[in-house]
Protein backbone atom coordinates (compact mmCIF):
# COMPACT_ATOMS: atom_id res chain seq x y z
CA UNK A 1 0.00 0.00 0.00
CA UNK A 2 2.55 2.20 -0.34
CA UNK A 3 1.09 3.97 -3.42
CA UNK A 4 -1.48 5.63 -0.86
CA UNK A 5 -0.49 9.28 0.22
CA UNK A 6 -0.44 9.78 3.86
CA UNK A 7 -0.04 12.70 5.88
CA UNK A 8 3.79 12.69 7.28
CA UNK A 9 2.29 12.19 10.75
CA UNK A 10 0.43 9.69 10.81
CA UNK A 11 1.61 6.50 12.36
CA UNK A 12 -1.26 4.54 11.41
CA UNK A 13 -0.45 1.01 10.08
CA UNK A 14 -1.20 2.02 6.61
CA UNK A 15 -3.30 -1.78 6.38
CA UNK A 16 -5.38 -0.87 9.20
CA UNK A 17 -6.64 2.76 8.13
CA UNK A 18 -9.55 3.08 6.54
CA UNK A 19 -10.97 6.61 4.86
CA UNK A 20 -14.33 8.04 4.94
CA UNK A 21 -15.49 8.29 1.14
CA UNK A 22 -18.81 7.44 -1.30
CA UNK A 23 -17.26 5.31 -3.37
CA UNK A 24 -15.25 2.20 -3.25
CA UNK A 25 -11.87 2.86 -2.82
CA UNK A 26 -9.66 1.35 -5.63
CA UNK A 27 -5.60 1.22 -5.53
CA UNK A 28 -6.25 3.61 -8.48
CA UNK A 29 -7.85 6.32 -6.27
CA UNK A 30 -6.23 9.37 -8.08
CA UNK A 31 -6.41 11.96 -5.05
CA UNK A 32 -3.89 9.25 -2.66
CA UNK A 33 -1.68 8.59 -5.29
CA UNK A 34 1.42 10.15 -4.78
CA UNK A 35 2.02 9.74 -8.80
CA UNK A 36 -1.12 9.22 -11.00
CA UNK A 37 -0.69 6.01 -12.73
CA UNK A 38 -0.15 6.97 -16.20
CA UNK A 39 -2.49 6.25 -19.03
CA UNK A 40 -0.15 3.66 -20.37
CA UNK A 41 -0.19 1.85 -17.17
CA UNK A 42 -4.03 1.87 -16.61
CA UNK A 43 -4.92 0.50 -20.17
CA UNK A 44 -2.63 -2.31 -19.83
CA UNK A 45 -4.10 -3.06 -16.28
CA UNK A 46 -7.53 -2.84 -17.95
CA UNK A 47 -6.06 -5.46 -20.56
CA UNK A 48 -4.70 -7.51 -17.97
CA UNK A 49 -8.21 -7.60 -16.40
CA UNK A 50 -8.26 -4.90 -14.07
CA UNK A 51 -11.63 -2.99 -14.77
CA UNK A 52 -10.54 -0.31 -11.76
CA UNK A 53 -8.20 0.81 -14.08
CA UNK A 54 -10.33 1.76 -17.07
CA UNK A 55 -12.85 3.56 -14.47
CA UNK A 56 -10.10 5.49 -13.76
CA UNK A 57 -9.79 6.52 -17.34
CA UNK A 58 -13.23 7.04 -17.15
CA UNK A 59 -13.25 9.91 -14.50
CA UNK A 60 -10.10 11.36 -16.31
CA UNK A 61 -11.42 11.51 -19.82
CA UNK A 62 -15.35 11.84 -19.37
CA UNK A 63 -15.35 15.76 -18.62
CA UNK A 64 -13.03 16.22 -22.02
CA UNK A 65 -15.23 13.69 -23.80
CA UNK A 66 -18.53 15.48 -23.07
CA UNK A 67 -16.76 18.74 -23.23
CA UNK A 68 -16.07 18.26 -27.12
CA UNK A 69 -19.21 16.34 -27.81
CA UNK A 70 -21.36 19.03 -26.14
CA UNK A 71 -19.58 21.37 -28.44
CA UNK A 72 -20.09 19.33 -31.54
CA UNK A 73 -23.63 18.79 -30.91
CA UNK A 74 -24.48 21.76 -29.28
CA UNK A 75 -26.98 19.29 -27.07
CA UNK A 76 -25.86 17.78 -23.53
CA UNK A 77 -28.03 14.58 -23.68
CA UNK A 78 -26.91 14.05 -27.22
CA UNK A 79 -22.98 14.29 -25.45
CA UNK A 80 -23.93 12.50 -22.38
CA UNK A 81 -24.84 9.37 -24.84
CA UNK A 82 -22.13 10.10 -27.15
CA UNK A 83 -19.42 9.79 -24.42
CA UNK A 84 -21.15 6.68 -22.85
CA UNK A 85 -21.11 5.20 -26.27
CA UNK A 86 -17.23 6.36 -26.82
CA UNK A 87 -16.28 4.66 -23.63
CA UNK A 88 -17.91 1.79 -24.32
CA UNK A 89 -16.07 1.51 -28.02
CA UNK A 90 -12.42 2.81 -26.40
CA UNK A 91 -12.95 -0.41 -23.81
CA UNK A 92 -14.02 -3.27 -25.98
CA UNK A 93 -11.23 -2.19 -28.76
CA UNK A 94 -8.48 -1.62 -26.10
CA UNK A 95 -6.40 -3.83 -27.88
CA UNK A 96 -6.43 -2.37 -31.26
CA UNK A 97 -4.70 0.51 -29.30
CA UNK A 98 -1.14 0.77 -30.48
CA UNK A 99 0.60 3.44 -28.48
CA UNK A 100 -1.26 3.09 -24.96
CA UNK A 101 -0.09 6.29 -23.66
CA UNK A 102 -1.54 8.19 -26.29
CA UNK A 103 -5.06 6.79 -25.20
CA UNK A 104 -6.70 9.97 -24.37
CA UNK A 105 -6.02 11.51 -27.80
CA UNK A 106 -7.70 7.81 -29.38
CA UNK A 107 -10.57 8.25 -27.02
CA UNK A 108 -11.76 12.06 -28.14
CA UNK A 109 -11.06 10.56 -32.12
CA UNK A 110 -13.49 8.33 -30.95
CA UNK A 111 -15.66 10.99 -29.71
CA UNK A 112 -15.22 13.62 -32.27
CA UNK A 113 -16.20 10.92 -34.86
CA UNK A 114 -19.18 9.46 -32.83
CA UNK A 115 -20.24 13.30 -32.63
CA UNK A 116 -19.82 14.30 -36.18
CA UNK A 117 -22.07 10.80 -37.14
CA UNK A 118 -24.56 11.42 -34.73
CA UNK A 119 -24.43 15.04 -36.23
CA UNK A 120 -25.48 13.54 -39.09
CA UNK A 121 -28.21 11.05 -38.21
CA UNK A 122 -29.33 12.84 -35.49
CA UNK A 123 -30.76 9.76 -33.48
CA UNK A 124 -33.88 11.43 -31.59
CA UNK A 125 -33.52 9.36 -28.14
CA UNK A 126 -30.68 7.78 -26.03
CA UNK A 127 -30.54 4.61 -25.02
CA UNK A 128 -30.31 4.99 -21.24
CA UNK A 129 -31.94 7.65 -19.26
CA UNK A 130 -29.14 10.16 -19.10
CA UNK A 131 -31.39 13.29 -18.41
CA UNK A 132 -31.06 13.49 -14.38
CA UNK A 133 -27.08 13.13 -14.68
CA UNK A 134 -27.71 17.09 -15.81
CA UNK A 135 -27.31 19.52 -13.16
CA UNK A 136 -28.66 22.55 -15.47
CA UNK A 137 -29.63 25.73 -13.68
CA UNK A 138 -33.03 24.81 -14.35
CA UNK A 139 -32.86 21.75 -12.42
CA UNK A 140 -34.36 23.22 -9.26
CA UNK A 141 -35.84 21.56 -6.45
CA UNK A 142 -39.22 23.08 -5.33
CA UNK A 143 -37.11 24.81 -2.73
CA UNK A 144 -34.78 26.61 -5.46
CA UNK A 145 -31.63 24.37 -4.60
CA UNK A 146 -29.86 23.41 -7.25
CA UNK A 147 -30.59 19.32 -7.03
CA UNK A 148 -27.17 19.07 -9.02
CA UNK A 149 -23.99 17.69 -7.21
CA UNK A 150 -22.15 20.51 -8.89
CA UNK A 151 -21.92 24.02 -7.45
CA UNK A 152 -22.76 26.54 -9.77
CA UNK A 153 -21.95 29.89 -8.25
CA UNK A 154 -23.11 33.53 -8.07
CA UNK A 155 -23.00 35.49 -12.04
CA UNK A 156 -24.32 38.91 -11.96
CA UNK A 157 -27.92 38.52 -13.58
CA UNK A 158 -26.42 41.38 -16.51
CA UNK A 159 -23.11 39.73 -17.45
CA UNK A 160 -25.00 36.47 -17.40
CA UNK A 161 -27.78 37.78 -20.00
CA UNK A 162 -25.00 38.84 -22.12
CA UNK A 163 -22.68 35.92 -21.76
CA UNK A 164 -25.92 34.17 -22.73
CA UNK A 165 -26.59 35.80 -25.79
CA UNK A 166 -22.89 35.73 -27.07
CA UNK A 167 -22.79 32.00 -26.32
CA UNK A 168 -25.90 31.52 -28.07
CA UNK A 169 -24.14 33.20 -31.26
CA UNK A 170 -20.74 31.25 -30.58
CA UNK A 171 -22.83 28.17 -30.98
CA UNK A 172 -25.03 28.88 -33.70
CA UNK A 173 -21.53 30.04 -35.75
CA UNK A 174 -20.11 26.53 -34.83
CA UNK A 175 -22.78 24.43 -35.71
CA UNK A 176 -22.62 26.73 -39.09
CA UNK A 177 -18.88 26.02 -39.70
CA UNK A 178 -17.93 22.82 -41.70
CA UNK A 179 -17.08 19.83 -40.01
CA UNK A 180 -13.85 20.00 -39.68
CA UNK A 181 -13.00 23.51 -39.20
CA UNK A 182 -16.02 23.11 -36.22
CA UNK A 183 -13.99 19.91 -35.22
CA UNK A 184 -10.25 21.59 -35.00
CA UNK A 185 -11.68 25.41 -33.49
CA UNK A 186 -13.73 23.14 -30.38
CA UNK A 187 -10.62 21.16 -30.02
CA UNK A 188 -7.86 23.96 -30.30
CA UNK A 189 -8.99 26.98 -29.20
CA UNK A 190 -11.52 25.72 -26.97
CA UNK A 191 -10.69 22.91 -25.16
CA UNK A 192 -7.22 24.26 -25.56
CA UNK A 193 -5.73 20.78 -26.84
CA UNK A 194 -2.07 21.19 -28.30
CA UNK A 195 -2.10 20.86 -32.29
CA UNK A 196 -0.23 17.69 -32.27
CA UNK A 197 -3.10 16.11 -30.27
CA UNK A 198 -5.64 18.02 -32.52
CA UNK A 199 -3.84 16.26 -35.67
CA UNK A 200 -4.08 12.90 -34.43
CA UNK A 201 -7.65 13.39 -33.21
CA UNK A 202 -8.56 14.28 -36.65
CA UNK A 203 -6.73 12.23 -38.32
CA UNK A 204 -5.02 15.02 -40.38
CA UNK A 205 -1.38 17.16 -40.35
CA UNK A 206 -0.52 19.78 -37.79
CA UNK A 207 0.03 21.95 -40.99
CA UNK A 208 -4.12 20.93 -41.82
CA UNK A 209 -5.20 21.67 -38.34
CA UNK A 210 -3.29 25.47 -38.61
CA UNK A 211 -5.56 26.07 -41.32
CA UNK A 212 -8.41 24.73 -40.42
CA UNK A 213 -8.74 26.52 -37.25
CA UNK A 214 -7.44 29.83 -39.48
CA UNK A 215 -10.47 29.31 -41.50
CA UNK A 216 -12.91 28.28 -38.71
CA UNK A 217 -11.34 31.57 -36.35
CA UNK A 218 -11.51 34.33 -38.82
CA UNK A 219 -15.65 32.95 -39.92
CA UNK A 220 -16.61 33.15 -36.06
CA UNK A 221 -14.73 36.78 -35.85
CA UNK A 222 -16.84 37.59 -38.61
CA UNK A 223 -19.76 36.40 -37.28
CA UNK A 224 -19.27 37.64 -33.63
CA UNK A 225 -17.78 40.92 -34.35
CA UNK A 226 -20.04 43.06 -32.26
CA UNK A 227 -18.72 41.64 -29.39
CA UNK A 228 -15.26 42.01 -30.08
CA UNK B 1 -7.20 44.93 -45.48
CA UNK B 2 -4.09 42.31 -44.55
CA UNK B 3 -2.84 39.71 -46.89
CA UNK B 4 -4.50 36.63 -46.09
CA UNK B 5 -0.71 35.52 -45.71
CA UNK B 6 0.20 37.94 -43.05
CA UNK B 7 -3.15 37.07 -41.45
CA UNK B 8 -2.44 33.36 -41.01
CA UNK B 9 1.05 34.17 -39.93
CA UNK B 10 -0.72 36.76 -37.18
CA UNK B 11 -3.02 33.67 -36.10
CA UNK B 12 0.13 31.27 -35.72
CA UNK B 13 2.05 33.61 -33.77
CA UNK B 14 -1.31 34.13 -31.88
CA UNK B 15 -0.73 30.60 -30.87
CA UNK B 16 2.97 30.18 -30.74
CA UNK B 17 3.27 27.90 -33.40
CA UNK B 18 6.01 29.93 -35.44
CA UNK B 19 9.20 28.78 -35.95
CA UNK B 20 11.45 31.52 -33.89
CA UNK B 21 12.47 33.53 -37.12
CA UNK B 22 9.06 33.48 -38.45
CA UNK B 23 8.28 34.60 -34.80
CA UNK B 24 11.10 37.84 -34.94
CA UNK B 25 9.85 38.75 -38.04
CA UNK B 26 5.61 39.12 -37.54
CA UNK B 27 7.04 40.77 -34.29
CA UNK B 28 8.46 43.58 -36.39
CA UNK B 29 5.51 43.74 -38.61
CA UNK B 30 3.23 44.22 -35.73
CA UNK B 31 5.76 47.08 -34.62
CA UNK B 32 5.63 49.11 -37.24
CA UNK B 33 1.99 48.13 -38.51
CA UNK B 34 -0.71 49.26 -36.32
CA UNK B 35 -3.73 47.39 -38.65
CA UNK B 36 -1.78 44.18 -38.17
CA UNK B 37 -2.15 44.79 -34.05
CA UNK B 38 -5.47 45.65 -34.22
CA UNK B 39 -6.55 42.65 -36.07
CA UNK B 40 -3.82 40.31 -33.74
CA UNK B 41 -6.22 41.86 -30.77
CA UNK B 42 -9.09 40.99 -32.72
CA UNK B 43 -8.22 37.29 -32.41
CA UNK B 44 -6.68 37.47 -29.10
CA UNK B 45 -10.49 38.89 -27.91
CA UNK B 46 -12.47 35.50 -30.47
CA UNK B 47 -9.68 33.06 -28.20
CA UNK B 48 -11.17 34.92 -24.88
CA UNK B 49 -15.10 34.60 -25.84
CA UNK B 50 -13.85 30.95 -26.77
CA UNK B 51 -13.06 30.44 -23.31
CA UNK B 52 -15.22 32.00 -21.23
CA UNK B 53 -18.47 32.35 -23.51
CA UNK B 54 -18.67 28.36 -23.84
CA UNK B 55 -19.91 27.40 -20.96
CA UNK B 56 -20.84 23.44 -20.12
CA UNK B 57 -23.90 22.56 -18.63
CA UNK B 58 -23.67 21.21 -15.17
CA UNK B 59 -22.84 17.32 -14.94
CA UNK B 60 -23.14 15.06 -12.27
CA UNK B 61 -19.75 13.46 -12.89
CA UNK B 62 -19.51 10.75 -10.51
CA UNK B 63 -22.56 9.48 -11.64
CA UNK B 64 -22.10 9.56 -14.88
CA UNK B 65 -18.77 7.59 -14.28
CA UNK B 66 -20.77 4.83 -12.70
CA UNK B 67 -22.62 4.40 -15.23
CA UNK B 68 -20.50 4.33 -17.99
CA UNK B 69 -18.60 1.59 -15.92
CA UNK B 70 -21.83 0.13 -15.61
CA UNK B 71 -22.42 -0.33 -19.12
CA UNK B 72 -19.21 -1.70 -19.79
CA UNK B 73 -19.13 -4.15 -17.00
CA UNK B 74 -20.44 -7.22 -19.10
CA UNK B 75 -18.02 -6.37 -21.91
CA UNK B 76 -14.37 -7.21 -22.28
CA UNK B 77 -11.64 -5.57 -23.92
CA UNK B 78 -10.05 -7.46 -27.08
CA UNK B 79 -6.64 -8.85 -26.59
Known sequence: MAILNFPATSNLPMDRVSFPMTRRATEFDEDRLVTPPTDATLVQRTLAGNRAAFDVLIRRYQRQAVSVSYRLLGSSQDALEVTQDAFLRAFVNLGSLKKPEAFGGWLLRIVSNLSLNFRRGRKSRSQLPLDDLLASSDTTSANGHSIGNLAIGYVDPAHQLQSAEMGRRLRKALRQLPDRQRSAIILFAIEQMPQKQVARTLGCSVEAVKWHVFQGRKRLREVLKDYL | ?79
Not at chain 2, 5 to 16: A, H, I, V
Not at chain 2, 29 to 37: G, M, Q, V, Y
Open chain 2, 1 to 79: MLFPELDFLLMQYLDGSLPPEQRAAVGKILDSHPEARAQLRSYQKLDNVFRSEAPMPSIQWEDLAERISAAIRPRAPSA
